[in-house]
């Protein structure tokens, strides 16, 4: 007899539409008591083409819940020092709520200076070291946006992080290292961190009741680094392109689906799984920015 083995598909383009209804509606309330509608501005450099369909679809959210919103663009040549100056006009714009610079940046321009000018109370990505380090706080302020979106799934589906294994795989600043952070703290698991310098990186995925992947390696999780009924969040997003796409390109996660499916319990896919998330909690960050500037 062959075994049969069913999983649960995470939904998140369903789960990141429920948050979109419960957000228009807090708008709308506040719409009714003569508050601030929520502003968004968005600040891209350049014309890289995965950037562009990632802002156009914040645009598209934002419209969706009502919000205002504001576009900012600036060609690929312009200097730090102006783009700097560009990001201190928006911090003292009381107008402007919340904002974020889209990256990739240009090489000439450090992202870390960029991050570290917007103001750490419209910082609705979460990218500032004091939201970062807010994770780990009795009072976390805004939550970096990818990693809470991962949060708020597991919580969603109810799935189990206290006292489980973690394994993520991927250290960035912007989604590993604030995710193993959340799941410590706020989800009271035991997490294991894997990065390019970990050898035999199976060994660790293998043992991982929650296997969470962030580093933009289409297919780099093959069946057999993972445990039967394991729970895998595949939060890559790479930008593949090919003929055979009708878009001429696809975005792909790091999880070989097909293979790894039959084996998990749960399994994100992409496109529709962590990456509408990232879209819910920029929202979710941008409600939470305007209600603490003008409660
Ligand atoms: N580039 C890829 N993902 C993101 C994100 O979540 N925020 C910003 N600002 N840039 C990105």
């Not at 970990?198 to 660790?204: E, G, H, N, P, R």
């Not at 996660?253 to 319990?265: I, N």
Request: hydrophobic share 40%; aromatic share 6%; glycine share 8%.
């Amino acid at each position: 007899m062959t075994e049969t083995t069913t999983y649960t598909l995470i939904d998140g383009k369903k789960v990141a539409s429920d948050i979109k209804e419960e957000i228009a509606q807090k708008v709308a309330e506040r719409k009714q008591a003569g508050k601030k509608i929520p502003h968004l501005a968005i600040i891209l450099v350049g014309d890289d083409g995965a950037s562009q369909t990632y802002v156009d679809n914040k645009v598209k959210a934002c419209k969706s819940v009502g919000f205002h919103y504001t576009m900012m663009r600036f060609a690929d040549t312009i200097s730090e020092e102006k783009l700097l100056k560009h990001i201190d006009h928006v911090n003292n714009d009381d107008d402007v709520d919340g904002f974020i610079v889209q990256l990739p940046l240009p090489p000439h321009i450090s992202v870390e200076r960029v991050t570290e000018k917007i103001r750490s109370d419209k910082d609705v990505d979460g990218f500032t070291n004091h939201n970062f380090g807010s994770i780990i706080s009795k009072k976390p302020l805004l939550m970096p946006a990818t990693p809470f979106g991962v949060m708020e799934l597991l919580r969603r589906y109810n799935i189990e992080t206290e006292g489980k294994h973690a394994v993520v795989v991927g250290a960035s600043r912007i989604t590993g290292a604030p995710l193993s952070m959340m799941l410590t703290e706020l989800g009271h698991a035991t997490v294991t961190i894997c990065h390019k310098y970990t050898k035999d990186l199976a060994t660790f995925t293998r043992a991982a009741d929650i296997l969470l992947v962030a580093v933009g390696k289409p297919g780099l999780i093959t069946a057999e680094m993972v445990k039967e009924g394991a729970v895998v969040v595949d939060i890559g997003t790479t930008r593949v392109e090919g003929p055979q796409y009708p878009k001429g390109w696809a975005i792909k996660g790091d999880v070989d689906f097909k293979a790894v499916a039959p084996k998990t319990s749960y399994i994100t896919p992409v496109p529709g799984g962590v990456g509408p998330m990232t879209i819910a909690s920029l929202l979710f960050n941008t409600l939470r920015a305007t209600e603490l500037q003008n409660p």
